[in-house]
């Protein structure tokens, strides 16, 4: 099911959810909504879904395989929607649950009982749930209930999955078996999925693409690759994990920070302006001895060992924090202890020059 | 630290309750339960048993007043199922729309609780008798809305509103509107959202708020002995009749009849606190 949202806005009063959305989701894609709250990725979700109608507006639209459905209510759209906090029928059994969207269908089209009690114990195998047809929501834990919320979404075949942060409201451990179980059932039952989720790890890990969203706008489109590789903004660098921000300056159409000259030659932009350099933790490197005229002198404030990383704090001679992350190997060799003087390098940086990026 | 300080507590709480006293307090749960209600309402059953068998069954079951069990029985019943309806929808709309004035709405639900009976009895009786605001309009039409068991149920009505709407406005704040949206998605249509999901979640709530209400209608006298009209045999609740046993110094007569009267209204809310009981076994929430 391909997907096609056309300049969308939407706004609550006087609050601005969605900006002049434009985006693209292909047949069979997982595709993540990735931002910090209100950045309108559940707005998004829910306009796709058929739970919000944009801003009137007569270029916006909302296709489904080329067909408009931005006038259609929810229950047309055949959408399998998963909330954060599950919304089961507390009263019904599990079984009844999953069976709500075959019952509700109008009589010719309801399959019959034994039909019906065939699709659930099916999905109920799916979300390895069989044999807690006959519980209640109550007596279920949270990711049990959300594996009953995806197959209640799932029975009644719908041709795009919306789950707005379905793993939110759960313990680590379980979220990140259920994001894998997620991926795996994706690929089995190949239909389109879209992930809301404000988590970077989890929409880096199970998408084929990622949407970057930062005040009711996209940042960025891109296999988890690009987005964290490549990043487009500043947010996104900054969202996209850990990462180190220096304050540098322009010179001679150089990025330079202290005496480093960090990144690419910006030629075209005059000396003096100022760079925002990002370097990620695990791209920077520590030397007892400075080498040459591209290190930075620094201290050891903090070690961190409980990880696979060394986790290792650093202040600056300009008394600015830093992070670098190192193996365990490297840890050894260099014999860090609190309160050495060390010289740091920043091997890959990346640099946005504020006013000439935007 | 934290943590272990969390487990600690959690801990002992689950080895002692976290406050002590259960004996204590559960002893005096009994001692006042006894002064207030057990002992006030054994002495009336004492008082019934100063007649003898016959007399009692005969008092009981005299035409006059059964017709007044009846009544009271039947006008409750009407009363508190119209409450039941009408209640929900008030509270719908205070929970779920947000409109100027819905705070002096709220409040006005209040009224039928605060007002003396008497003085709800006296201005029912301004606007629906024969000769009332509205009473003189539905008159011409054979619809007497006093001294008639429908003006009973008037005012029955009148007095057992804010019980349905104050049980059921929790009851639909934690109903958060993502239930129904899930149901839409799934392509239930809106009488199905209503039928399936919200009846069903808030009858427990429903039910509560009607049995208050039916309770309260059972023992109300103050405003319906003014719009009853009190006639023998068509307009006379049972309160009204022990009112009058006790005029005519039939203390043991009054007795049988409130007797009757407290038993039934017991077996009733025992059998509707066995339906609680079970739809929550049904559903997991006990």
Known sequence: MSIEIKNISKSFGSFTALKDISLKIENGELISLLGPSGSGKTTLLRVIAGMESPDPNPDSQVLFFGEDVARKPVGDRKVGFVFQHYALFKHMSVFENIAFGLRVRPRSQRPAESAIRDKVHSLLNLIQLEGFGNRFPKQLSGGQRQRVALARALAIEPQVLLLDEPFGALDAKVRKGLRDWLRSLHDELNTTTILVTHDQEEALEVSDRVVVMNQARIEQVGA??????????????????????????????????????????????????????????????????????????????????????????????????????????????????????VFVHPNKARVFVPDFTI | MLEKQGKFMSNNARSKAMLPGFRLTMGYTLLYLSLIVLIPLSALFLKAATMDWNDFYETITSRRVVAAYRLTFGASLIAALINTVFGALVAWSIVRYRFPGRQLLDAIIDLPFAMPTAVSGIALMAIYAPTGLIGKHLLPYGIKTAISPLGIVIALTF???????????PALEELDGEAEQAAASLGANRWQTFWRIIVPSLMPSLLTGFTLAFARALGEYGSVIFVAGNIPMKTEIASLLIISKLDDADVPGAAAIAVVMLSVTFLILLVVQGIQWWSQRMTGRA
């Open chain 2, 159 to 169: 007095i057992g509103l804010p019980f349905v709407v104050r049980t059921l406005q």
């Open chain 1, 224 to 341: 988890p690759d690009d987005v964290f590789h490549q990043p487009a903004s500043e947010f996104v660098i900054d969202f996209l994990g850990n990462v180190n921000v220096f304050h540098g300056r322009v010179n001679q159409g150089q990025p330079v920070l202290e005496n480093i000259q960090v990144g690419g030659s910006r030629e075209s932009i005059p000396d003096g302006e100022k760079a925002n350099v990002y370097v990620r933790p695990n791209d920077i490197s520590i030397d007892r001895t400075p080498t040459g005229k591209s290190s930075m002198a620094a201290t050891v404030t903090r070690i961190n060992r409980a990880g696979v990383h060394a986790k290792i704090s650093l202040e600056l001679s300009s008394k600015e924090e830093i992070r670098v992350d190192v193996s365990m190997e490297q840890l050894q060799e260099l014999h860090l202890q609190l309160g050495d003087s």
